[in-house]
């Protein structure tokens, strides 16, 4: 290892070791964990978390008198008032739990846009999107007979802004998009892209899965309607992750799914709802999870956005600037503005082949569409592989990648 590159990651090295799963090896070699745009690795201080709760204070929130019923009540909502700070919601009324992006993005397709839409207003999305962002618009195609529209991605994978003015009308109702691209890495200009939306009194989701983990983000800054989390991307535990809505927005909204929790009276001829967010959270909600995702958004402003950013754009650079030298080493998503994220083709091989290879030399990629399919067609592919780095990745691990994907090429081609 180069001097320059022990030192940098040196400065690095604490955070890695608070991550327990790193240090075990994956067919005999060390594990190097490149897959964290699938799923992150959890930090210690997450597990101890729920560890703890499940320990010493399990108990069902909101419904009890009894001293572990208040305990809970009061983990639970401690994580969704940390939630609320870290993107600088207005209230904590505005952060519903859920199971994740996806599920956010359904809560307001359904509970949000339905009732609103008439045949022939129109959705508008990126052709960027993950599939969660295209197919409950496509339901409500099906259910309202709306119309989806699509902005188109350039050739260096940003979003066309040039053909946005002329896709929205007076029939666009939603402006749905990706923050950031957890195909291509792109980082998308979400604030323009909301004021303009504003002008044109069109409401906006932002899918923020990806960009939690990278980026600070203020969603009273960005200017959007909503935006959508997933804890598991952004060192937490899975199913688990947020909605926030501006409130106005979901205090006119009717719940989407009836059960406990969301009610405030119940006889057989009449229901009434619950207050924000409980209106919104049917059911016993995923108590060790939020608490785990309390822990994971401590944890990261712990370290620092900018921080974790800094880190993450340097190993970016220097593993485009690597990977670069393979030959036929084609990189997708060349954005100005991008992520730690590098999707990429090897002339002649595939990428499935390529991936099951360098895991036998311990690192773990990912190969496919990444549940992006319009988008890996429209670069012509089948697939890519793609490496997404985090904070506990280091220079060294980058090094080490080379030489493998250069044996895997020798092997394949
Ligand atoms: N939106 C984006 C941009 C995503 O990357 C993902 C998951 C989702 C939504 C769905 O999030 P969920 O937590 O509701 O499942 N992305 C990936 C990926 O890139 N590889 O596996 C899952």
Same mark, same amino acid.
Request: net charge negative; proline share 5%; aromatic share 8%.
């Given at each position: 290892m180069s001097a320059v590159i022990s030192e940098h990651d040196a400065r690095t090295q604490h955070w890695r070791d608070d991550f327990p799963l790193l240090s075990r090896q994956v067919h005999?070699?060390?594990?190097?964990?490149?897959?964290?745009?699938?799923?992150a690795q959890r930090p210690r201080q997450v597990l101890q978390a729920m560890d703890d709760f499940y320990r010493q204070h399990n108990a069902n929130v909101h419904r009890g008198v009894h001293s572990l019923s208040g305990e809970a009540t009061d983990l639970f909502e401690a994580a969704r008032r940390k939630l609320c700070q870290h993107i600088n919601a207005s209230s904590e009324r505005e952060v519903i739990f859920t199971r994740g992006s996806t599920e956010a993005i359904n809560l307001v397709a359904q509970a949000y846009l339905r009732p609103l839409l008439q045949a022939g207003d129109e959705i508008l999305i990126s052709h960027m999107e993950h599939h969660s962002n295209i197919v409950p618009w496509q339901m409500l195609r099906e259910q309202t007979g709306a119309v989806l529209k699509v902005?188109?991605?350039?050739?260096?994978?940003?979003?066309d802004l040039q053909a946005l003015p002329e896709l929205i009308s007076e029939r666009t109702r939603m402006l749905g998009l990706v923050h950031v691209s957890n195909a291509l890495g792109t980082i998308n200009p979400v604030r323009e892209v909301c004021a303009l939306a504003r002008r044109?009194?069109?409401?906006?989701?932002?899918?923020?899965?990806?960009?939690?983990?990278?980026?600070?983000?203020?969603?009273?800054?960005?200017?959007?309607?909503?935006?959508?989390?997933?804890?598991?991307?952004?060192?937490g535990p899975?199913?688990?992750?947020?909605?926030?809505?501006?409130?106005?927005?979901l205090e006119a909204m009717p719940p989407w799914q009836g059960g406990g929790e969301m009610i405030r009276t119940v006889t057989f001829e009449e229901?009434?709802?619950?207050?924000?967010?409980?209106?919104?959270? $049917?059911?016993?909600?995923?108590? $060790?999870?939020?608490?785990g995702l309390g822990a994971a958004v401590d944890y990261i402003a712990k370290i620092g956005l900018d921080a974790i950013a800094a880190h993450e754009q340097d190993l970016l650079q220097f593993a485009t600037d690597k990977m670069r030298e393979i030959d036929g080493l084609r990189i997708i998503g060349e954005a100005r503005d991008k992520a730690s994220v590098v999707s990429f083709v090897i002339d002649g091989v595939h990428p499935h082949d390529l991936g099951t290879i360098v895991d036998h030399h311990g690192f773990a990629i990912r190969t496919g569409h990444h549940c992006t399919m319009p988008l890996i067609k429209r670069f012509g592919l089948p697939?890519?592989?793609? $490496?997404?780095?985090?904070?506990?990745n280091t220079r060294h691990e980058i090094e080490s990648f080379i030489p493998a994907l250069r044996q895997a090429c020798d092997m394949l081609r």
């Open positions: 005999g070699k060390p594990l190097v964990y490149f897959d964290s745009a699938a799923t902005i188109p991605v350039t050739d260096s994978g940003e979003l044109h009194g069109i409401t906006t989701i932002i899918d923020g899965a990806q960009a939690m983990p990278h980026l600070a983000v203020d969603v009273q800054a960005l200017g959007c309607d909503f935006y959508t989390m997933s804890g598991h991307k952004m060192y899975t199913g688990i992750g947020a909605l926030y809505g501006r409130e106005a927005l229901t009434t709802w619950n207050d924000l967010p409980a209106k919104f959270e $049917a059911g016993t909600p995923n108590i $060790a999870g939020a608490i697939a890519t592989a793609r $490496a997404s780095l985090a904070l506990y």
